[in-house]
């Protein structure tokens, strides 16, 4: 995982997206229709939460998830 800091993974097994249509839902657990849609429509938010829906989208869009699984409650 060159280049992935193992913390910004975990977060995303335990952070909730704070608004809109999954509020309340496990970041990991976003589809990727849904992180689709921000890039559609002007791209993901600024700061720590774009960041973090960025890494969930690649990782969803890659094949990843079983990177998630060791970290996942």
Request: hydrophobic share 45%.
């Given at each position: 995982m060159d280049g992935i800091n193992p913390n910004?993974?975990?977060?995303?097994?335990?952070v909730r997206?704070?608004?809109g249509k999954y509020k309340e839902t496990i970041?990991?657990?976003l589809p990727i229709s849904y992180l689709e849609w921000f890039i559609r429509n002007g791209g993901f938010p600024k700061g720590k939460l774009g960041?973090?829906?960025?890494?969930?989208?690649?990782i969803k869009l890659n094949g990843l998830m079983d990177l998630l699984k060791?970290?996942?409650h």
């Open positions: 910004i993974l975990k977060e995303i097994c335990e997206m704070p608004f970041l990991a657990d960041m973090q829906l960025s890494t969930i989208y690649e060791p970290l996942r």
